[in-house]
Nanobody, 115 residues
Framework: QDRLEESGGGLVQPGGSLNISCAVPEYIWNNYDMGWYRQAPGRERELVGDITIQGSSYYLDSVKGRFAIFRDHRHNRFVLQMTSLKPEDTAVYYC?????????WGKGILVTVSS
């Protein structure tokens, strides 16, 4: 499996905003569902949100209205836009691409929400 790489993580204060993104190889577009997962310390990895090939989307209840996922094909980036961040959003975030026969994970990037 190719290991993709996220960018844009770091430290942000509660209530702040942060965008993280993942570079998307050209062959991924239109052939894979795209999603963002996260794993907080001591917890299992969970799906934050995703967009299917057909265009339908899903968001974890705790991030609805605060997070947005979008595909920037022009710049070959897959973006997670996070606003009104809370300390409980602190986690390692992973991009994930799911195809019919394979899947790809990012290496993960740390987002810390703290004052």
């Amino acid at each position: 499996q190719d290991r993709l790489e996220e960018s844009g993580g770091g430290l942000v204060q509660p209530g702040g905003s942060l965008n993280i993104s993942c570079a998307v190889p050209e062959y991924i577009w239109n052939n894979y569902d795209m999603g963002w997962y996260r794993q907080a310390p001591g917890r299992e990895r969970e799906l934050v949100g995703d967009i299917t090939i057909q265009g339908s989307s899903y968001y974890l209840d705790s991030v609805k209205g605060r997070f947005a996922i979008f595909r920037d094909h022009r710049h070959n980036r897959f973006v997670l836009q996070m606003t009104s961040l809370k300390p409980e959003d602190t986690a390692v975030y992973y991009c994930h691409f799911l195809g019919d026969r394979d899947e790809f994970w990012g290496k993960g990037i740390l987002v810390t929400v703290s004052s």
